[in-house]
């Protein structure tokens, strides 16, 4: 059964650049070289050119050493890509025991009938209300926290005293975070004396000024088309107004009558085949968006873009720097034979509880479903894979738990330490707005104003400083409580807080 459609490029070859060039009359054999170059500038293909490459600079690795394995690519660390090996099994293992009590096929191909019913409710498929009463998710935050309090490095021996930082936190492992001093300098855009869009008031200069200066850059930014600018404008935020085009040109997307061709041919999967995983998407998004007051509105776009997600096989090429392996299936009777094995699903991700609110904030720039699917699966490889999947990178996961206890232990011991006492492990409540990027829990305009510094400075760094400001902003009532429950409760309503003054304060206001 063929569950995938040809992988698009992500980028115009340069073959075809060069085709289109030397059909051009006023290109002269003598002068091809400089003329060239003058037809590229002239039409366009310059900048895009220059984008194309800057995108590919910001999403793959700085090449290995020459001798490094390949694996290496993927994860540098041998019990990383151990302990990713061993959850992928584990989830693998809940999958199939879910497939085999269901007794549903992991695909199969969907009845003519039904397939003309899907067509013809695509654009509300919110309505349809399946019984997903038996579907469970694979594995939900808290499952994967567990797994990463107990990562070891096995060239530190039991006895060993690890340092005393690593020793109070629930994370383990010997990996280098940044402390306050070199944050500032990575986040100096983000100085008290730096305008930015998400403060209400500056000593330095008024928000109406600041404001409108702001947005006159940023316009005369979108008409350059330049990605590189376009990355170091937003900074400092995105006015609403010019957010979505923005964010379109940092990930180099124009939304081309290809790429709408290659939506429409991933649509057409989703309506040929049915897949084991439709379940968990249809699932998640009942489980998390439908319930939130700002996206459950967007409920159709969701399955929309996850259904189209599941069945696009260009996402595999984001493995090849992930520390992450698709899953195989075989075919029936098969079994550990490579030949008769195809990946599953087809965009080898296997979505988790809260995987659907990646997609719900996206939905508040982007109307047109193809671009919506285009920029969500763009952050996905360039960003969210990161947050679910087991790697020393700095922006993976475990570095982000890691700085986030360190920040906090360092520079609020007594409140770190006043929670590890009564049990209630700081990690324990800020491991859920990591992993989901904070989303569904701040309030969309700053939830956007955050993934405008991600996008900024192609790093999720900031969300354990954010997750450190938070508690930093609550800590008196947090000194009060005396369990887990309690300091949840303290934090249970993320929604009133404003990001951009607990990062500027926590990062530049803090004693170091």
Known sequence: MKLECKSQPRHPHPSLITQISLHNPEIKLESLKEDIKDFLKTSGWEKKLQNAVYSELNVFPSPCHPAAPPEHMKEPLAYMRKAQGSWEKRILKSLNSMCTELSIPLAQKRPASEQKELLNKWNEMGTDEPDLSLFRPVYAPKDFLEVLMNLRNPNYENGEQLSFRNHLGLIQVPLKVKDIPELKEDFSELDLNVGQLGIDDSAQVPPEFFENEHVRIGQKVLAE????????????????????????????????????????????????????????????????????????????????????????????????????????????????????????????????????????????????????????????????????????????????????????????????????????????????????????????????????????????????????????????????????????????????????????????????
């Open 225 to 512: 088309q330049d990605s590189a600018a376009a990355q170091q404008y937003v900074r400092q935020g995105c006015p609403t107004a010019l957010r979505a085009d923005l964010w379109a040109l940092i990930l180099n997307i124009s939304n081309q009558p290809e790429d709408i061709l290659y939506y429409e041919q991933l649509k057409s999967n989703v309506i040929q085949h049915d897949l084991l995983v439709d379940s968990l998407i249809y699932k998640d998004v009942k489980l998390t968006a439908s319930n939130d007051d700002y996206y459950f509105v967007f409920e159709d776009y969701l399955y929309q873009v996850l259904l189209c997600f599941s069945r696009d096989t260009s996402v595999l090429e984001h493995f090849a720097y992930s520390s992450a392996t698709p899953p195989k299936s075989y075919i029936r009777g098969k079994l550990g034979i490579e030949e008769y094995a195809v990946f599953y699903p087809p965009n080898g991700v296997i979505p988790f509880h809260g995987f659907s609110m990646y997609v719900a904030p996206l939905c508040f720039l982007y109307h047109e479903p193809s671009k919506l699917y285009q920029i969500f699966r763009e952050m996905y490889v360039r960003f969210f894979f990161r947050l679910h999947s087991i790697s020393s990178h700095p922006s993976g996961i475990v570095s982000l738990c890691l700085l986030f206890e360190t920040l906090l232990q360092t520079h609020l011991p007594q409140l770190f330490y006043h929670l590890r006492e009564i049990g209630a492990q700081p990690l324990r409540i800020s491991f859920k707005w990591m992993v989901r990027a904070f989303s569904g829990y701040l309030a969309t305009d700053q939830l956007l104003l955050l993934w405008d510094r991600i996008l900024g400075y192609n790093s999720l760094e900031i969300l354990a400083v954010l997750a450190a400001a938070v508690f930093a902003f609550r800590a008196v009532n947090l000194m009060e409580v005396t369990s887990l429950a309690a300091a949840e409760a303290v934090l249970a309503d993320l929604s009133t807080l404003k990001v951009m003054p607990l990062l500027q304060i926590f990062l530049f206001a803090t004693v170091t």
